[in-house]
């Protein structure tokens, strides 16, 4: 079955400072992997995916994961964090028609 | 990116009466589309799948008779929450994509908040 964990329920940063957020997946076949944002009371936005090709993905917003296959990993980085990243981020992986969400990670920005 | 409009942002209804929500794919015909909840500082969970023109097909656990979802044009699905109670307040999510697989970037509304009195 697939499943997405996400170890850090939250998350603070300085302004400005670098940005990771993990993701660990599993799945019994090669994965789409997704992260997405939410603001609150809000939808969620794509901010980045990969399919296939190079494991380095460059999203929106200046955010970039990279797709870890042996630590079955995808984590998400941006250098620098502005405050208007605060939000929560998710993760997900798809296969077929469906995606599976991990649990979140709710970013805080510090000024 | 395409537009998925969902309509009411937030409900407040009573008890025993029953709410619909509204889906729209705005600028793109939607093949399928994804009907989520999510629990307070939770995650979303897959409700149910629709394809147009066809039964929904609902996630286990979800009842059906509770959930119904109607997806009877590329642009519109909805899912009524019928005889709501307060355990069925929620964050009701919907996503779009123009196909069936999830290769295709799927696109979520803003969100519709219930609270069920």
Redesign the interface.
């Known amino acids: 079955a697939q499943s997405v964990t996400q170890p850090d329920i939250h998350i603070t940063v300085s302004e400005g400072a670098s940005l990771e957020l993990r993701c660990n997946y599993s799945y019994g076949a090669t994965p789409?992997l997704f992260w997405?944002v939410q603001s609150p009371?809000?939808?969620?936005?794509?901010l980045l995916?990969y399919?296939s090709g190079d494991t380095l993905v460059q999203g929106i917003k200046g955010f970039e994961a990279e797709f870890k296959r042996s630590q079955s990993s995808f984590n998400l980085r941006k250098p620098s964090v502005h405050w208007s990243d605060a939000a929560e981020y998710?993760c997900a992986v798809?296969?077929?028609?469906?995606?599976?969400?991990?649990?979140?990670t709710i970013l805080r920005v510090k000024s | 990116g395409a537009v998925v409009s969902q309509h009411p942002s937030w409900v407040i209804c009573k008890s025993g009466t029953s709410v619909k929500i509204e889906c729209r794919s705005l600028d793109f015909q939607a093949t399928t589309m994804f009907w989520y909840r999510q629990f307070p500082k939770q995650s979303l969970m897959l409700m149910a799948t629709s394809n147009e023109g066809s039964k929904a097909t609902y996630e286990q656990g979800v009842e059906k008779d509770k959930f119904l979802i109607n997806h009877a044009s590329l642009t519109l699905s909805t899912l009524t929450v019928t005889s709501a109670h307060p355990e069925d307040s929620s964050f009701y999510i919907c996503s779009a994509t123009s196909t069936g697989t999830v290769n295709t970037e799927a696109f979520f509304g803003q969100g519709t908040r219930l609270t069920v009195v």
Not at chain 1, 94 to 103: D, E, I, S
Request: charged share 10%.
């Open positions: 789409y997405y009371g809000q939808g969620l936005q794509l995916k399919f998710f798809g296969g077929g028609n469906k995606l599976v969400f991990g649990a979140g």
